[in-house]
């Protein structure tokens, strides 16, 4: 796997930043403290696009672009878990053209990018409500998920019509109607069950959680799951977000001492 890498450290890599390149160093990442669950908030398509005289979909189709290349990455680094943040439930209160823009991405990216994604193991997962979502675009996801379910690679998970507050809602709902129905007693309830409630359930809690385009806030992405995750945020907009730039995230969150609230 480390000698896979060597091909993304080499400098003529057309991701190579100048000012990155200096954590960019194998001695520098350890092995065994790789995140297992790292998630982005991938934000600054429009901004991308609009400092280039371009419309804000073009920023998408660029962001869209960038994913495999960060999956491959993150799959060849040993992370187990890469959860994008493609669309949120706040989202479809964008302009119609952008929405129906955003929500044919899939019906491109994964035709244009599965076979590759095939050959490096990695399996596709959706975290979020089906419900509300076109066909096509529903259609073009499940694809996915069935061609690449007994995939052992990395997980690759779109959030997408996902908000964390409807889960949070939906979740304790579900755990209501289970005491109600007799299934769950109140005393039941611990972090361990109420993690199954959530969307996420079976997966492990992000250890990183990347925001791209210099914002610096959660946006109702992973509430619950996101509790003691490392943040590392970056001016970078999205498209332009390179390897080296996840390579530094890696290397700055082996740097952190996560304490879980202990000393
Ligand atoms: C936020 O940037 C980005 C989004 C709302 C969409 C992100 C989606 C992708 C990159 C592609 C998804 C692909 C698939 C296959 C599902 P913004 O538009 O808010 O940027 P701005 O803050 O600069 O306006």
């Known amino acids: 796997m480390w000698k896979r890498l060597k091909h993304w450290f080499n400098p003529s890599s057309s991701h190579t930043h100048s000012d990155t390149s200096r954590v960019i160093d194998q001695e520098l990442l350890k092995k065994d403290n790789i995140p297992a669950h790292v ?6 398509n429009g901004r991308w696009a ?13 962001g869209m672009k960038n994913i495999k290349n960060i999956t ?11 959860t994008m943040y493609a669309f949120s439930t706040e989202n479809w209160k964008r302009p119609k053209e952008e929405v129906d823009f955003l929500m044919k991405l899939p019906q491109e990216f994964f035709p244009l990018e599965i076979e590759e994604l095939m050959e490096n193991n990695v399996q596709i997962r959706m975290t979020g409500w089906k419900e509300g979502l076109p066909t096509h675009t529903l259609k073009a996801v499940e694809d996915a998920i069935e061609r690449t379910k007994n995939n052992t690679g990395l997980i690759l998970n779109f959030a997408l019509n996902y908000g964390g507050r409807k889960e949070l809602l939906d979740g304790i709902q ?17 972090e361990e069950r109420f993690s199954s409630y959530m969307l996420t359930a079976g997966l492990p809690d992000p250890d990183l959680l990347i925001r791209t385009s210099g914002e ?10 996101i509790a003691y995750s490392e943040l590392w945020f970056t001016n970078a907009y999205w498209p332009e977000f390179t390897n080296e730039h996840f390579l530094q995230a890696i290397a700055e969150y082996q740097h952190r001492s996560r304490r879980y609230g202990g000393i």
Do not use: Y
């Open 216 to 225: 610096q806030r959660l946006s109702n992405f992973l509430l619950w799951q």
């Open 174 to 190: 579900q755990m209501l109607n289970d005491v109600q129905e007799g299934k769950l007693t109140p005393e039941d309830i611990c």
């Open 72 to 82: 491959l990455m993150a799959n060849a680094l040993g992370v187990k878990v890469l």
């Open 50 to 62: 609009k400092q280039r005289g371009l419309p804000r979909i073009a920023g998408h189709h660029s």
């Open 39 to 44: 998630a982005i908030i991938m934000d600054g």
